[in-house]
């Protein structure tokens, strides 16, 4: 019987851990989760990780948090993400994960089964606290998995198949040209400058995926569709807010375009989207989505309060008002994947 392995210590894993399957947001108790994850662990392989662990060179990273009203940032300027980096962020992040997993019904849309059954390389780009790796990990036990993050929120138990490490993707990636198979990145390019993303980051992601890899790009557009008055506020404020940080909430479009300029490297599928809606005429399903949004939306008060020129209890009061709103006028906001397979022969 395999063992779960030990990381690094940061979080316990139980305190943040959901299960890996997605009928956890319908669990009822601690003891559940925790029981369901370590009869599933059973099925994790033997290290595969060697080759990859060698290519691995951390970076000298301060470890240094600021706490503001209650909740623990990166305290580090040259970050550009204004969610925390903390124990409830990693919660919230676990529950989001599985949310997408119960709208898109599925972990990926590469046609990658095959080589995942039988041992791939895999590489998740902003893994946040590691549930999509983790999830992975256990229902393709012969790959090997790699979750990135500028955040240290990762579990401190882990598949024995699965590795973490912490690393800014703006300086690049400490990894060798053509080493994975797939390489994932998920609602990552609201936390970085769009200009760094199209003209370096992506770059990197094509430069370590293998020739016929594929590289998936998971994100939202950002902007409320149907939006009541609360919600066309908080789209023209939030927008602003992210443009004059270097941060753009990029449409699927967007994406697309800087994939078709590189069609030297890559071969583009088309664009898959899907809603992401709130409340009461979504089921369960939605009232679960717009608590994750609310949770959200308040990590970010101390940034957003200025913009909307609120105290403390008027954004607390607004975001109540906005909850009301989202479910009265079933808003929801698009995810989108954009899927490129790496070409066989590929010349830089």
């Given at each position: 019987?395999?063992?779960?392995?030990?990381?690094?210590?940061?979080?316990?894993?139980?305190?943040?851990?959901?299960?890996?399957?997605?009928?956890?947001?319908?669990?009822?108790?601690?003891?559940?989760?925790?029981?369901?994850?370590?009869?599933?662990?059973?099925?994790?392989?033997?290290?595969?990780?060697?080759?990859?662990?060698?290519?691995?060179?951390?970076?000298?990273?301060?470890?240094?948090?600021?706490?503001?009203?209650?909740?623990?940032?990166?305290?580090?300027?040259?970050?550009?993400?204004?969610?925390?980096?903390?124990?409830?962020?990693?919660?919230?992040?676990?529950?989001?994960?599985?949310?997408?997993?119960?709208?898109?019904?599925?972990?990926?849309?590469?046609?990658?089964?095959?080589?995942?059954?039988?041992?791939?390389?895999?590489?998740?780009?902003?893994?946040?606290?590691?549930?999509?790796?983790?999830?992975?990990?256990?229902?393709?036990?012969?790959?090997?998995?790699?979750?990135?993050?500028?955040?240290?929120?990762?579990?401190?138990?882990?598949?024995?198949?699965?590795?973490?490490?912490?690393c800014n993707i703006v300086n690049g990636l400490p990894f060798p040209d053509n080493c994975f198979d797939f390489v994932r990145q998920g609602f990552l390019i609201i936390c970085m400058d769009w200009q760094i993303w199209k003209k370096k980051v992506i770059k990197e992601l094509i430069r370590i995926t293998k020739p016929g890899g594929y590289i998936e790009i998971m994100e939202t557009d950002g902007q409320f569709l149907q939006p009541g008055k609360i919600a066309r506020r908080v789209n023209h404020n939030q927008s602003t807010l992210f443009k004059n940080a270097g941060i753009n909430f990029v449409s699927s479009k967007n994406v697309m375009t800087v994939f078709n300029s590189l069609n030297n490297a890559v071969t583009v599928a088309p664009i898959e989207e899907k809603p992401r809606q709130f409340g009461t005429r979504a089921g369960k399903l939605g009232e679960i989505s717009l608590k994750n949004f609310t949770q959200s939306f308040k990590s970010l008060k101390t940034i957003l309060c200025p913009h909307f020129g609120f105290t403390s209890d008027e954004f607390e009061q607004m975001t109540m008002d906005l909850a009301e709103e989202l479910r009265r006028c079933n808003s929801s906001v698009n995810n989108y994947r954009v899927t490129a397979r790496k070409h066989v022969k590929y010349v830089e």
């Open positions: 019987m395999e063992k779960i392995s030990k990381h690094k210590p940061t979080l316990s894993v139980m305190s943040i851990l959901s299960t890996t399957d997605p009928s956890i947001l319908f669990a009822n108790n601690d003891a559940e989760i925790e029981s369901n994850f370590v009869s599933r662990s059973t099925q994790i392989s033997a290290s595969l990780l060697d080759p990859i662990k060698a290519a691995m060179t951390p970076e000298n990273f301060s470890e240094n948090f600021v706490e503001i009203n209650g909740r623990l940032f990166m305290n580090d300027s040259t970050l550009k993400c204004f969610l925390p980096s903390d124990k409830e962020e990693a919660k919230r992040s676990f529950d989001r994960y599985y949310i997408d997993k119960l709208i898109w019904g599925n972990d990926y849309s590469a046609p990658i089964f095959d080589r995942l059954s039988h041992g791939a390389k895999v590489l998740d780009v902003g893994c946040g606290s590691g549930a999509w790796i983790t999830n992975m990990a256990l229902n393709y036990p012969a790959s090997t998995f790699v979750g990135i993050d500028v955040a240290p929120l990762f579990p401190d138990v882990i598949p024995h198949n699965t590795a973490f490490l912490q």
